[in-house]
């Protein structure tokens, strides 16, 4: 679990947690292995644009209503 009891140690897990990975023009599609998304909605609307590898619901790594 991300979460801590020590302000600092919370803090700095949060700012990892939020870490995003920004791609200049594309990658090869072997680079990516799966897919986490905030819910079932999402994971079907993926699997609609044919995306085939694993996709997982984890609800409680996004921010806002959905998620924490």
């Known amino acids: 679990s991300w ?3 020590d302000l600092y140690e919370y803090k700095n897990n ?3 947690k939020c ?7 594309n990658i090869p599609e072997s680079y990516i292995i799966g897919a986490c998304v905030v819910d ?3 994971k ?3 699997l609609s ?3 085939y590898k694993d996709i997982y619901v984890r ?3 996004f921010f ?3 998620g924490v």
Not at 19 to 25: C, N, Q
Request: aromatic residues 8%; proline residues 7%; glycine residues 8%.
């Open 40 to 42: 079932e909605e999402a």
């Open 3 to 5: 979460f801590s009891n």
């Open 64 to 66: 806002g209503k959905k």
């Open 49 to 51: 644009k044919g995306f």
């Open 14 to 16: 949060k700012r990892i």
């Open 44 to 46: 079907m609307l993926l």
């Open 59 to 61: 609800p409680q790594v």
């Open 19 to 25: 870490a995003e990975v920004l791609v200049p023009r």
